[in-house]
């Protein structure tokens, strides 16, 4: 079994011991850091997600899963984060309100961090209200993001959305961030939809996005 295929199968069967000595490894190996995160974390974290589908595992489970991978991705941080050299200003970020999912948001967090911006990132089961104070509180924000995993909390992104961009479009002063939004049921036309100003579907691609839409 290839290391990769061992870091996802510790990923997957939850064995939180092993994965920081086994990442650690994979890396002393010189395996590249983005390969051990799609190839064999976030590939991990699919399977999980099926097998919870079929019933073949349930929440706590699922639970110690995704402490693995977070444990993992600490491990895997340090190589991600390249250091950017250009400063492209503020982002705020948080998984919307009723929904507890962060392990993609906090990569796309991590990725934006290192393209150069400076990020606040205010967590999970975020509401309006936390996002239009942390709007106010920074006028010279430039990008907002915004991550959903559920489909039921699609509508409490769409009502987010909607309150952030009365805002921006109210003669408030803040009218020069961004929003972004994404997460695995968010689509290319629901994002349209809900008037957001870009979609990407992953972590690399949200920071690409930040930086042009900030540029
Ligand atoms: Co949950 N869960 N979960 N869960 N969970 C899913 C999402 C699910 C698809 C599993 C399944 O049924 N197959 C399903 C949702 C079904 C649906 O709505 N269609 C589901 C469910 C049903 C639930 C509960 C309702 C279960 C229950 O209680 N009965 C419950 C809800 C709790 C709540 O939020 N209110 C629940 C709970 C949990 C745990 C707490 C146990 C745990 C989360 C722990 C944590 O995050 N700290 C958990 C987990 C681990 C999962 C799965 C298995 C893995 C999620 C993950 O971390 N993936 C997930 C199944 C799956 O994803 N296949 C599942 C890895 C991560 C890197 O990917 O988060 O997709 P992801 O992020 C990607 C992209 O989406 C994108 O970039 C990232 C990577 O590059 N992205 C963005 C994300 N945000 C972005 C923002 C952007 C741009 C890109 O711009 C701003």
Same mark, same amino acid.
Request: with cysteine; aromatic share 4%; proline share 2%.
């Given at each position: 079994?290839?290391?990769?295929?061992?870091?996802?199968?510790?990923?997957?069967? !939850?064995? %939180?011991?092993? +994965?920081?000595p086994l990442v650690t490894e994979a890396l002393g @190996?010189?395996?590249?850091?983005?390969?051990?995160?799609?190839?064999?974390?976030?590939?991990?974290?699919?399977?999980?997600?099926?097998?919870?589908?079929?019933?073949?595992?349930?929440?706590?489970?699922?639970?110690?899963a995704a402490k693995t991978m977070k444990k993992g991705v600490e491990i895997l941080k340090p190589k991600l984060a390249a250091g950017a050299t250009t400063?492209?200003?503020?982002?705020?970020?948080?998984?919307?309100? !009723?929904? %507890?999912?962060? +392990?993609?948001?906090?990569?796309?967090?991590?990725?934006? @961090?290192?393209?150069?911006?400076a990020v606040l990132d205010l967590g999970v089961d975020v509401t309006t209200d936390a996002f239009i104070a942390a709007i106010k509180s920074n006028p010279d924000t430039k990008i907002v993001a915004l991550s959903a995993l559920l489909t039921t909390t699609m509508p409490a992104m769409k009502d987010t959305a909607a309150a952030i961009l009365d805002l921006r479009s109210a003669a408030s002063g803040l009218s020069g961030f961004k929003l972004v939004v994404g997460g695995a049921p968010i689509t290319e036309e629901f994002a349209r939809q809900i008037g957001a100003d870009g979609y990407t579907t992953d972590a690399a691609s949200a920071a690409v996005l930040a930086k042009k839409l900030a540029g």
């Open positions: 079994m290839s290391k990769i295929d061992e870091i996802a199968q510790v990923i997957e069967t !939850g064995k %939180l011991k092993i +994965i920081e @190996e010189g395996l590249d850091p983005l390969e051990i995160l799609n190839e064999g974390m976030i590939k991990a974290m699919g399977i999980v997600g099926e097998k919870f589908q079929k019933s073949e595992i349930f929440v706590p489970e699922m639970l110690v400063s492209f200003g503020k982002c705020i970020i948080g998984t919307v309100h !009723g929904d %507890l999912h962060d +392990i993609g948001k906090n990569l796309v967090s991590l990725m934006i @961090e290192s393209a150069g911006f």
